[in-house]
């Protein structure tokens, strides 16, 4: 497994720019994909008990990365493995970090065009309004967590992704790469964690929902614009940056180096 990985930071970094990007463009699409289902999972989930609610929306945010691994593309938060390449001398600090910056160039534009077309659909209207009601939940409730809050739960939650993308490399086939990916992905979920592509999704699709819904959405709804004046273009870059950050963190050091430092140290 630490060589496979190894070897696909190695081959990540060698691919032309063109197809980091488009990898990543659809990788920004797929995880938004996982977040749109866990939002129709939450709407109307006000009866059930909170933890159970929250495993839900887990399981079916899955989806996204499910896509990524099995489908084929390239996310930002998972390709934080790409450290053990260059821990192990295989690549160098300025293709390592070309990978990063062009996929994550693609990520934000996967996930935010996504968020545009779905606003566009007129999919926040669903169900008298209550779809666009908890997509603005969603994300106020991310652009309210203090700095030092988004950082830590951002560090927990790649933890969990780049464990889950490590043992898909374990994985023999299809079957197995989705058993083994959905535990950690519906555990960061459920658990409140914060992963900067989803972010890049919930926010920006929020603040379409809150700038351009028509009068009749608020009615529907029984709110209004003011109700959810915490979630601004300010807060969704602040929790956007410091979620960056934090995945970073948790992917590449916490994950990454040290299964290098126990299983490549000697071989390096």
């Given at each position: 497994m630490a060589l496979a990985c190894e070897a696909a930071g190695v081959a990540k970094a060698q691919r032309d720019t063109l197809t980091l990007f488009?990898?990543?463009?659809?990788?920004?699409?797929?995880?938004?994909?996982?977040?749109i289902f866990m939002t129709i999972v939450l709407t109307g989930a006000s009866g059930v008990p909170w933890g159970l609610a929250r495993v839900a929306a887990g399981v079916t945010f899955s989806l996204g990365l499910i896509l990524v691994i099995v489908g084929g593309a390239e996310l930002f938060t998972g390709d934080a493995l790409m450290i053990m390449?260059?821990?192990?001398?295989?690549?160098?600090?300025?293709?390592?970090?070309?990978?990063?910056?062009?996929?994550?160039?693609?990520?934000?534009?996967?996930?935010?065009?996504?968020?545009?077309?779905?606003?566009?659909?007129?999919?926040?209207?669903?169900?008298?309004?209550?779809?666009?009601?908890?997509a603005l939940t969603i994300a106020a409730t991310k652009a309210a967590l203090p700095t030092v809050n988004v950082f830590f739960l951002s560090v927990l939650c790649n933890i969990l992704v780049c464990l889950a993308v490590w043992m898909s490399f374990g994985a023999q086939s299809s079957a197995d790469k989705v058993i083994v990916i959905l535990p950690p992905i519906a555990a960061f979920v459920a658990a409140g964690f914060e992963h900067s592509i989803a972010n890049l999704y919930f926010l920006p699709y929020a603040l379409a929902v809150k700038s351009w819904s028509v009068p009749e959405f608020w009615a529907a709804i029984g709110e209004s614009a003011a109700s959810f004046g915490g979630l601004s273009i300010g807060a969704a870059f602040h929790n956007i940056v410091i979620a960056t950050l934090g995945n970073l963190v948790g992917g590449s050091l916490m994950v990454g180096l040290v299964y290098w430092f126990v299983y490549l140290r000697r071989k390096s």
């Open positions: 488009v990898l990543g463009l659809l990788a920004g699409a797929f995880i938004s994909f996982g977040a390449a260059r821990a192990s001398g295989r690549i160098s600090v300025r293709a390592l970090l070309r990978a990063w910056v062009v996929v994550y160039v693609g990520n934000i534009l996967g996930a935010v065009g996504t968020a545009a077309l779905v606003f566009l659909s007129g999919y926040h209207g669903f169900d008298g309004g209550a779809v666009g009601k908890t």
